[in-house]
């Protein structure tokens, strides 16, 4: 859950979080590029997201995780904790 401080991201926020986690331009994530495919995000470059979004403050439910294929989920699966 997000600390009440902090306030929602917007997508163009956000965006550039995964940017500089993931190293890749953010032109790169849009909603529909796919994590595996498209980006090339492994387990672990997805683990490294996970820290620093808990690191801001919010978290993601673990089991989640598996399920977001494009970076559209991983923003749609971080709001519903925001």
């Known amino acids: 859950m997000n600390d009440k401080s902090n306030p929602k991201l917007s997508f163009d926020e956000f965006r550039k979080v995964l940017s500089e986690?993931?190293?890749?331009?953010?032109?790169?994530?849009?909603?529909?590029?796919?994590?595996?495919?498209?980006?090339?995000?492994?387990?672990?470059?997805?683990?490294?997201?996970?820290?620093?979004?808990?690191?801001?403050?919010y978290s993601f439910p673990i089991e989640s995780a598996w399920e977001m294929e494009t970076v559209g989920d991983v923003y749609n699966t971080y709001l519903q904790q925001a």
């Open 21 to 57: 986690e993931l190293m890749l331009d953010e032109e790169k994530l849009k909603p529909e590029a796919t994590l595996i495919q498209d980006l090339q995000v492994d387990s672990l470059a997805l683990a490294s997201m996970m820290i620093r979004m808990e690191e801001m403050g």
